[in-house]
């Protein structure tokens, strides 16, 4: 079956890096679009950022732009999220989520584009 394991989440100060990794099983990973939500305490899910089948299209949350740069390394069935100058506010529990639909910017922000998601990893950033 499908399996999505996100890692590499944890508490970290503000202003210092994280970078995820999402592992995938199952699925035919080069095929499809994958995108990164995250989730805080009492607030809806929101889109973070996603990339296109083969890295080239990407696309990120105004409130990440310029900080945070989604990546996949289809060899290893894998995509990341690197995750720089980190804010208190981007304290949440990140997904990872595939689909297998074309890449648009419309589309990929929308978490019922998505079919298959990850257990989600904590990520803390204290002040």
């Known amino acids: 079956q499908v399996q999505l394991v996100e890692s590499g989440g944890g508490l970290v100060q503000a202003g210092g890096s994280l970078r995820l990794s999402c592992a995938a099983s199952?699925?035919?990973?080069?095929?499809?679009?994958w995108g990164w939500f995250r989730q805080a305490p009492g607030k809806e899910r929101e889109f973070v950022g996603a990339i296109g089948r083969r890295g080239g299209s990407t696309y990120s949350a105004d409130s990440v732009k310029g900080r945070f740069t989604i990546s996949r390394d289809n060899a290893k069935n894998t995509v990341f999220l690197q995750m720089n100058s980190l804010k208190p506010e981007d304290t949440a529990v990140y997904y990872c989520?595939?689909?297998?639909?074309?890449?648009?910017?419309?589309?990929?922000?929308?978490?019922?584009?998505?079919?298959?998601w990850g257990q989600g990893t904590q990520v803390t950033v204290s002040s």
């Open positions: 989520a595939a689909s297998a639909r074309d890449f648009t910017i419309v589309g990929s922000t929308n978490t019922r584009t998505y079919t298959y």
């Open positions: 199952g699925l035919t990973f080069s095929y499809y679009t």
